[in-house]
């Protein structure tokens, strides 16, 4: 009989080690939290950036390979964990690394604050189900934290929603080197630039305005500095998107496995996809941090590699 591996998280990495995989015989089971395959391919990039019909013709290829999809169950329990390992020869983590960082400012608890993955995820949900939007940007002044990728998947998102404005509030200086966004947005005209959130304030429970401040953002061998510069300014704020990167995978996923990710072995650099536990194997963003999908798809073929000789051995 062939070995059974379970994958557990169905992101590029998840697929592209399940197409190796059972491309070399092996039976692959995927099991995914969300309602369809693809991690952030699906539910985090938007879909005028990506086509989602391209990922689940993708599916179907691996289905076609013999590869089981379970969705809408989430592994985060010792207990189903634990029966999965014992039932399965290996087991895969490819669960991402979607743990979102947050910023903690007065105001937080307000209305209308939201992940950029919690609105990015209602808009595709919206357009795929045709379900109401939960998040609706049109006739809003929208702010997005952050100045990266994601915020501009944000942008893009509020302005094809018809948002009344929308601004981003970049720590960086307008010089520093970054790739252009693929949207036909001006930049100049959304993007404040060295700048800052401080406070949000309230109107009726509801954020209605953010308090910004200027700062200047250094990076060196030590980290990043940021350096508030006590100019204030305030900006009309109706609805907002938190965008600034992520702090590594959700807990509850490796947890349930009671694997730990030791980061100084578990980084970028390294191609090191076991962990303390002989048949857990991890792979892409869960194993090196948020990432690009070029990464995960490399690091899911390794994955494969790595299960391959741990079976034969
Ligand atoms: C908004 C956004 C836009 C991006 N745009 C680009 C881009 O344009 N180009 C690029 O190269 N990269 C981009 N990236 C980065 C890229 O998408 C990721 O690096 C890549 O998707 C990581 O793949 P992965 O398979 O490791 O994880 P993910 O794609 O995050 O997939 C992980 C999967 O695991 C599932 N999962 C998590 N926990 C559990 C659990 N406990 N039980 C079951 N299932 C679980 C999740 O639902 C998800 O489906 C973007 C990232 C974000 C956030």
């Known amino acids: 009989m062939s070995p059974k591996i379970a994958i557990i998280g169905t992101g590029p990495s998840g697929m592209a080690a399940a197409q190796a995989l059972a491309t070399n015989g092996h039976s692959v089971t995927m099991y995914e939290k969300a309602d369809r ?21 993708k599916a179907d290829v691996l289905r076609n390979l013999g590869v089981e999809f379970i969705l809408n169950t989430k592994i985060d329990k010792q207990n189903i964990a634990s029966k999965i390992s014992k039932e ?20 937080r608890q307000l209305n209308n604050i939201f992940f950029a993955m919690e609105y990015l995820k209602d808009n595709t949900k ?3 189900d045709g379900t109401p939007l939960d998040i609706d940007a049109k006739g809003k002044n929208v702010v997005i934290i952050g100045g990266g990728d994601t915020s501009n998947d944000c942008v893009a998102t509020a302005i094809s929603q018809g948002a009344l404005s929308v601004k981003q509030l970049e720590i960086h200086s307008k010089n520093n080197e970054r790739k252009k966004n693929v949207y036909d947005f001006d930049e100049d005209e959304v993007k404040l630039y060295e700048k800052t959130a401080v406070k949000f304030i309230d109107k009726d429970g509801c954020v209605s305005k953010i308090v910004t401040d200027n700062v200047g953002f250094t990076r060196d061998e030590n980290g990043s500095k940021l350096e508030f510069k006590n100019q204030y300014g305030e900006i009309d704020a109706d609805l907002i998107f938190v965008a600034i990167g992520f702090l590594g995978p959700i807990e509850e996923g490796l947890n349930a496995f009671d694997i730990e990710i030791d980061k100084t072995k578990h980084n970028r650099d390294t191609k090191i996809f076991t962990t303390d536990k002989e048949n857990i194997f991890i792979c892409g963003d869960a194993r ?15 994955a494969a590699i790595a299960i391959e000789e741990y079976l034969s051995k």
């Open 126 to 128: 919206h357009l795929l």
């Open 288 to 302: 090196r941090g948020q990432s690009l999908i070029k990464y995960a798809i490399g690091e899911g073929k390794m």
């Open 88 to 107: 399965f020869d290996c087991v895969l983590v490819a669960t991402g690394a979607e743990h979102a960082r947050d910023i903690s400012i007065d105001g």
């Open 37 to 57: 395959p693809g991690g952030i391919l699906m539910y985090g990039i938007p879909h005028m950036k990506l086509n989602k019909n391209n990922i689940l013709k």
